[in-house]
């Protein structure tokens, strides 16, 4: 596996499978982890995992199994660094006519800002944010 420092921010979508128990995803990210690179994610994966986990039938059992991998994380957070990329961002794809949600802009200011790559399935939008690496899931 090809070296991306000590740390890869994952997705939420990549989440959402390992918790689905996807084994082709959760073997993709274990590989990370064999490699000694960390596994974070950001505060606003987070939301978007409690959020689901709340709107499910099973909202107890998604919650305890959210808490879980969420607990084996680094969970980063939006600093004023970050905010700003995210308003730069924001700006340069919307004066281009290639929005996307503020979500996604705001993960991939905070990768950006810490110099992670973002691991994610989602290559359609999140590649427009010029300067973020992406690692796309197979």
Do not use: W
């Amino acid at each position: 596996m090809e070296t991306f420092g000590d740390r890869v921010i994952i997705d939420t979508d990549v989440l959402v499978d390992v918790l689905r128990g996807s084994e082709k995803v959760t073997k993709f990210v274990a590989g990370f982890e064999r490699e000694g690179v960390a596994l974070a994610t950001t505060v606003i994966n987070a939301f978007e995992l409690y959020y689901g986990a709340y709107k499910s039938k099973k909202k107890h059992q998604n919650l305890i199994a959210t808490k879980k991998l969420l607990e084996r994380m680094v969970v980063l957070k939006m600093t004023l660094k970050s905010a700003e990329e995210a308003g730069k961002i924001h700006v340069e794809l919307e004066s281009k006519g290639t929005p996307i949600g503020i979500r996604d802009v705001m993960i991939g200011a905070i990768a950006i800002s810490k110099g992670c790559p973002l691991v994610t399935r989602n290559t359609t939008h999140l590649q427009k944010i010029r300067g973020l690496n992406l690692i796309a899931v197979p």
